[in-house]
């Protein structure tokens, strides 16, 4: 058993920041990759930024210069620094993590959500 906790969400004014976190706990053995993603209401679930074990980024264009993700391995965390917040950005955000169980599986898990919302 596998289980991410989302915290940081919140109400922000445009250009405002939020710092959200993901700890992962359970069953693991290993946290291989670690991302987060966005759904606003009626799209599709979009990728934001994702980080490697080894500390490798990427992001989606729209945030690049705004948004860091950064892990801390020993505590099996991920964070998201969202700076220069836009309406845009108000979606719920969702964690998630490609995770070596105990057992020597491995299974993509999901946090359950958390609401950003930026307006004046």
């Known amino acids: 058993q596998v289980q991410l906790v989302e915290s940081g969400g919140g109400l922000v004014p445009p250009g405002g920041s939020l710092r959200l976190s993901c700890a992962a706990s359970g069953s693991i053995s290993g946290i291989i990759g670690m991302a987060w993603y966005r759904q606003a209401p009626g799209k599709q679930r979009e990728l934001v930024a994702v980080i490697t074990k080894s500390g490798a980024t990427n992001y989606l264009d729209s945030v690049k210069g705004r948004f860091t993700i950064s892990r801390a391995n020993a505590k099996n965390t991920v964070y998201l620094q969202m700076n220069s917040l836009k309406p845009e950005d108000t979606a719920v955000y969702y964690c998630?993590?490609?995770?070596?169980?105990?057992?020597?599986?491995?299974?993509?898990?999901w946090g359950q959500g958390t609401q950003v919302t930026v307006s004046s």
């Open positions: 998630n993590a490609e995770i070596m169980t105990t057992l020597g599986t491995y299974r993509s898990s």
